[in-house]
């Protein structure tokens, strides 16, 4: 609020005197007096636990609204086939495949990026993600590529806080 006040001082001062004296204000008088960005302010999500304890979340990624669990254990965000193919990822000849473990044993998955992971005021780039078979996760996973890009994050009482 001071700095407003001061800015709002200043214009008046450069822009009140050189009327008094008949002359217009100089270009660089004008520059001084323009609003300078300020420092990126922080957002942050609370998501309560659903019934089980897990973290039900609804991101946006890449402009297509799906159903996530996050998951601090998994080190890659996961999709199902479903929302990959939602989401017009597919696999060809020269994806690059990988062998993943998961809480039902290991399956074969294959590497993609993500542009935009959306999850209120929160967004994060370039994600990189895993597409794994049919029926190998009951819902996608939002996993450690795309938390570990936030500035934190932190299980309370019955609620996570995402900072981002």
């Known amino acids: 609020m001071a700095g407003a006040a001061a800015v709002g001082a200043l214009s008046y001062t450069h822009w009140l005197a050189p009327r008094m004296a008949g002359e217009a204000p100089s270009v660089a008088v004008a520059a001084t007096t323009q609003r300078m960005p300020g ?6 999500l609370a998501v309560a636990a ?3 304890g897990h973290y039900i ?4 990624v890449d402009n297509y609204r799906i159903k996530m669990m996050v998951d601090t254990g998994a080190s890659i965000v996961a999709l199902t086939a479903a929302d990959a193919r939602a989401l017009g990822i597919r696999s060809d000849a020269s994806t690059r495949k990988v062998m993943l473990s998961t809480a039902n044993g290991r399956v074969t998955g294959f590497r993609t990026v993500l542009r935009e992971i959306r999850l209120g005021e929160i967004v994060v780039r370039n994600v990189d993600a895993v597409v794994l078979p049919e029926r ?3 819902m996608s996973l939002l996993g450690n590529s795309f938390l570990s890009k936030l500035l934190g994050y932190e299980v309370q009482t019955g ?3 995402l900072r981002g």
């Open 57 to 60: 979340v609804h991101p946006s």
């Open 39 to 44: 420092p990126r302010v922080p957002t942050t």
């Open 136 to 138: 190998a996760l009951s």
């Open 50 to 52: 659903d019934y089980r």
């Open 159 to 161: 609620r996570m806080v």
